[in-house]
């Protein structure tokens, strides 16, 4: 009995020892905030425009800002040489050899392309559009057709014609733009602006697809 009397306490003992129900106690304070720290917005790098090349709109090998001309239906309202220089005059040689001559006072010109920005009221309505490609030459029909040109790419003497789409590609030059005035009552009611201007990527443009930076020329084309 005594060994009886012994054991069963210990048996007892280590059962309690093997079994916990108490669950643990935290001390928690209403009163106390956790600060968590927010994501720092990622800053996009700024735009810097590091094209050097100057460029101008020429007529008659002329540079001009304003040209006066009427606007009648059905004709030409001018064609415009585009040089890489601002001089007032040039050498009175053909489109091409005056482009040629200030291409080539330049390094990495290839990798700049020629774009143009054209704007005007009809209607009561401001009308915009920005040209990259021969495929804009309708875009503002039926007030106004823009044709391109490429007159380096062509042999000497021979005759051409404005850019087509399917007869683009990537040596394809804008060395002029011709306006053509397609319509007369209910007309462009302003003078028309056009600016031409030497891009190289996609970040030369903003969100509303403006180019944006500073090799540019801008002239005013008014009725009379």
């Not at 810097?48 to 001009?64: E, F």
């Not at 006066?68 to 030409?76: A, K, P, V």
């Not at 697809?209 to 009379?224: A, L, Q």
Request: with cysteine; proline share 4%; net charge negative.
């Amino acid at each position: 009995m005594k060994k009886i009397l012994i054991i069963i306490p210990l048996l007892l003992l280590i059962v309690g020892c093997t079994k916990n129900t108490e669950k643990p106690k935290y001390d928690i304070k209403e009163d106390e905030q956790i600060e968590i720290e927010e994501p720092k917005e990622i800053e996009e790098p700024k735009y810097v425009d590091d094209n050097p090349i100057k460029i101008g709109i020429y007529k008659d090998n002329k540079l001009i800002t304003n040209y006066q001309t009427q606007f009648i239906h059905g004709s030409d309202l001018g064609v415009f040489d585009i040089f890489f220089t601002n001089l007032e005059t040039v050498d009175n040689n053909s489109t091409k050899v005056n482009y040629k001559k200030y291409y080539n006072e330049y390094e990495n010109i290839e990798n700049y392309k020629t774009g143009f920005y054209i704007t005007f009221e009809a209607n009561g309505k401001k009308y915009e559009e920005t040209i990259l490609d021969s495929t804009k030459k309708h875009a503002m029909a039926p007030y106004l057709y823009m044709y391109l040109y490429d007159d380096v790419n062509q042999p000497d003497g021979a005759w051409y014609s404005h850019i087509e789409p399917e007869n683009e590609n990537e040596n394809t030059i804008f060395s002029s733009i011709k306006l053509f005035y397609p319509y007369n009552d209910d007309g462009i009611s302003s003078n028309i602006t056009l600016t031409v201007f030497t891009y190289k990527d996609e970040n030369d443009f903003d969100e509303n697809n403006h180019y944006r930076g500073n090799s540019s020329y801008t002239i005013t084309i008014e009725s009379i």
